[in-house]
């Protein structure tokens, strides 16, 4: 089965930080698990280099805007690479083949494209015109300053798809998700849709409109079509109808409107299959405030990884918070959950186990004649994926993450119930069912990681002499083990 996932791509007028991050990595496990599960997956991210905004940070660093473009997006390429994000495509929205496909892309809606004039405010932070009954004190109700703004402008007929939308919202009740935001975009629907104005004239950092002179594409038709162009668009129209009809975008709820609105507008317009699932995530503050450059407490993520590890971070982002909802980043939360969750109840029991298991000669001689509480354990282990299956059909990431957590307790509870080391002698016997049983279930644990802790599940892995490619491991009994040398997978932050 065919499955596409996306993140949003990245303006670069500034630097990398943990929001950023935060999405691709969701993205991320998002991709990870579908592969596990065998599905032939694409996973595009990327950056957005035109607009207004991008063109006023390069000035602002005396730097030629394409320059100045190449530079930011290595900073964004490389935070992919440092959070082992697994895509496979990282769209520049200045690349040839991206010019090829918005303007192949405006052509194909061209049919509900007219020239007008548009008078404004505009907040170029926000890169989008602001109404006037929204403007307070010269600012958007973002928070961002405005500017007024007047231009010949061409506009996509957006009011007549008010209708369609709200069929397609009607018939596709999990286009949304989490089902919380749906409201809100279908109030913003039904209180009224104006045409969209698609083009500026007033700078040229943009892909330009075909034959037009001066004018270029609104910066988000431009950033939108990204996630076709990866696909290949317009020369593989099959693969962009098969994988769109497969598509989750993961975005972030300030973006929803764009993506869950203009987009599948536009492309209704060019004929192409909306995607499955706009899924809007929450917002990071860092100690109770909102990130930002002024205050100076942007959280770095590249700063954290190499203090406290990537998939410490990783587990943290997707334990603290459900997914969906806003959070807020401390050290402290961050160095609690390592000791607890990571180092004492995860970490702890790997070790536990497999450091026992190499006393006993480093191998184990299985038995499957359960009784009845081993039994219970094994069929929790062997059932996990089964679990996290229906939650990460609606990429509930958290309540997904949080089964692998039971299953955790679960075991600990079950050593402290059947005391392994005292078996050594008194029952030798009962011990190979109960490392037989404690092995299934840390093989389990491993694959229940896999697309969230990518290289703790490796480690865990390499321990149990197992490939751990795909979930289908899961169902093949042991044989007679030999297992490696384990080695203490999360050192304690604290
Ligand atoms: O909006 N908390 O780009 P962008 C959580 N180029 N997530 C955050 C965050 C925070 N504090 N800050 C940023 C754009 N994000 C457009 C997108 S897509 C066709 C075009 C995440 O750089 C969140 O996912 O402002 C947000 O939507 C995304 O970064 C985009 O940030």
């Known amino acids: 089965m065919q499955f596409f996932v996306s993140t949003p791509i990245y303006y670069i007028n500034g630097d990398p930080h943990l929001g950023h991050a935060y999405a691709s990595i969701a993205a991320d496990i998002i991709a990870r698990f579908a592969r596990f599960d065998g599905q032939d997956v694409h996973f595009s991210t990327g950056t957005d280099e035109h607009g207004i905004k991008v063109a006023r940070s390069a000035e602002a660093a005396h730097m030629d805007v394409q320059v100045f473009s190449d530079m930011m997006t290595m900073k964004f390429r490389n935070m992919s690479s440092k959070i082992n994000m697994s895509y496979n495509d990282f769209v520049r929205t200045t690349e040839a083949r991206h010019l090829a496909s918005c303007q192949a892309f405006w052509e194909l809606i061209q049919k509900d494209i007219y020239v007008d004039t548009y008078a404004g405010w505009y907040s170029a932070r926000d890169e989008e015109y602001v109404q006037k009954s929204d403007v307070v004190d010269g600012k958007a109700p973002s928070g961002a300053p405005v500017e007024w703004m007047e231009e010949e402008s ?19 009740p999990d286009f949304i998700l989490p089902i919380s935001r749906r409201n809100e975009v279908i109030n913003f629907i039904r209180g009224g849709l104006k045409d969209l104005s698609i083009s500026r004239s007033k700078f040229t950092w943009g892909i330009p409109i075909p034959g037009s002179q001066g004018h270029v594409m609104y910066v988000w038709i431009d950033a939108l079509t990204n996630y076709i162009t990866s696909l290949g668009f317009p020369h593989d129209m099959a693969r962009v109808s098969e994988m769109m009809k497969n598509a989750i975008h993961v975005v972030g709820k300030e973006i929803l409107r764009f993506h869950a609105v203009y987009w599948p507008a536009f492309l209704m317009a060019a004929g192409i299959p909306l995607p499955k699932r706009v899924y809007a995530h929450g917002w990071w503050t860092c100690e109770g405030q909102k990130m930002s ?43 609690k959950r390592i000791s607890f969750d990571l180092a004492n109840d995860l970490g702890n029991l790997v070790q536990r186990i497999l450091v026992f298991i190499q006393k006993l000669g480093g191998g184990i001689e299985v038995d499957y004649d359960f009784s009845s509480s081993e039994r219970k354990l094994f069929e929790r282990s062997r059932t996990l994926i089964a679990r996290m299956r229906p939650l990460m059909a609606r990429q509930d990431l958290y309540g997904a993450l949080n089964a692998v957590w039971e299953l955790v307790a679960e075991s600990n509870r079950f050593i402290n119930d059947s005391r392994p080391w005292e078996l050594a002698k008194r029952d030798p016997e009962k011990l190979n069912k109960v490392l037989t049983v404690l092995c299934e279930s840390i093989r389990s644990i491993a694959f229940g990681l896999g697309p969230f802790l990518p290289d703790t599940s490796q480690k865990i892995f390499g321990f149990l002499n197992i490939e751990g490619k795909s979930f289908d491991e899961i169902e093949v009994d042991f044989k007679n083990q030999a297992f490696q040398e384990p080695f203490p997978l999360f050192p304690k932050a604290m």
Do not use: C, H, M, T
Not at 303 to 324: A, S, T
């Open 293 to 335: 450059k002024s205050v100076g407490n942007v959280v770095d993520p590249f700063e954290i990884i190499d203090k406290y590890g990537l998939d410490q971070l990783r587990y943290f982002l997707f334990r603290e918070v459900k997914f969906g909802e806003d959070g807020d980043f401390s050290e402290a939360a961050l160095q």
């Open 154 to 172: 061409y506009f996509f007929k957006l009011s007549s798809y008010q209708d369609k939308l709200l069929e397609w919202y009607d018939n596709n």
